[in-house]
């Protein structure tokens, strides 16, 4: 049961087609498990379907619908089977792990620190500008105290964890920005794996730990 | 009780609409006009109901496009929509999403990878629109509900007339200019916060925001 949720300043912007890949895949994870903000989603789309339907409309040429019938017609029987196919089911459970083609426990991750491992894959969201990387805090291990110098979005893939600001367990969506500094602490049980996508990179607060932070180069 | 009356309205209203002639006046009398004619598509590949779907939506998915900066493309957007409908028309259901709201997600989901498709610099894909946008109803572990769903796109248009303009002005922005909240307001040259409390009154107001929200 999620306990923290995307705004829904958010939302809007999701139904509305403006976010981001990387941020959209941060929502489309949490709406999987989320009835709540599903609903919201639903109810977003059809506010969208009323917007569209009140704003002017304009003409479209005379023919366009014979051309769009002529498309239909040629189109092969083959063509139409590809698109009637039940999609190839894997075994990967969101679009997430379909993306890695892995389970997120079984990812080549790097060590930072004695609890802290972490996975750039901003190469797999091209043509943005947004870092996204998967960070694992081993169960009960605690991150670096650190602040973010722009914006951070976080979803917990699996396990909890516990900072300043409460407990954040599977599917719940974290913004933290610059006036937030926090030193997260993995729960005991699984390892944490969360999701981010990082407007800026994130600083830490402590001595020494510029050489640590995973997100200085 | 308002919530009440508008449902007798509503049920009122939709049975002029209805095929009398089907028999089951009550189920029927739930679906618009457009979802039966977007049902008479997928089942039955009828033209003349996809032209009348064309018709009417056609000339707003194109303003929908010009809106959104893709001059030049707006009429392979229709093109591509209206391709689109017609092949998936078979999955629609009608208790899933009223037909005006599942155009509106394949026109989004089109205008999105028209986009992705233009701005791309690589050849990979490394992920399908749909998989981070989803139609609504093709999710197979969701659960057939959705009277709520129904009735919350009449309550939405029966509530939006009555919003003051500026609040509209904002949604409007964000929904067909693919502007977020943050360029909405720089052009608008009002606060961030300003946008924000104008879609939270407004959302407030068409009940998109639920009452346990802690958003």
Redesign the interface.
Known sequence: MT???????T????????LS?PY??CI?LH?DQCA?C???V????????????????????DD??E???G??DT?TATD?EV??EPKVRTAYSN?LE??LESDINDLPWKRQLADVSVMDITH????QHDRVVLQKLTAGGKALEHTHRGRETTLVLQGAFADNNGVFGQWDFVTLDNHDTHKPVALEGDDCITLSVLTAPLKLTGTFSRVLNPFIR | MAETAAVQNVITKERSVSNPTRGNARAEGRKDPWSQLLERVGRHQD?SAY?EL??HF???????A??NGLSSH??EL??EV??SI??RS?TYDWRK??A??W???I???Q??DML?KM????R?T??ETE????I?GENEN?PVTSL??LM??RR??DS?RHLPEDQ?TV??K???E????QSVADELGIPLGTV?SR??LA?NK?????Q????
């Open positions: 306990q923290h949720h995307p705004d829904t300043h939302l809007m912007e999701y139904s509305a087609g403006n890949e959209a895949l489309r709406l709540h599903r609903s919201q639903d109810t977003l789309d059809s506010l969208g379907a009323v917007m569209m339907e009140s704003q002017p409309s304009a003409d479209v040429n366009m619908f051309r769009i019938l498309r239909i189109e139409l698109h009637t679009a379909r993306m797999l969201f091209p043509d | 033209r032209r064309f018709e056609g000339p707003q998915i194109k303003y929908y010009l809106a707006a009429e229709v093109q209206f391709v017609w092949r078979s999403a009223a005006s709201t155009i509106f997600t026109a989004r989901n205008r999105i992705r701005r791309r610099t690589s990979e490394p992920v998989e981070l946008w989803q609504p969701e709520h769903r919350s796109e939405v248009r939006l509209i949604i409007a964000v929904y067909m693919d502007k977020s909240h924000k879609v939270r959302l068409l009940k998109v925001i639920l346990d929200s802690s958003a």
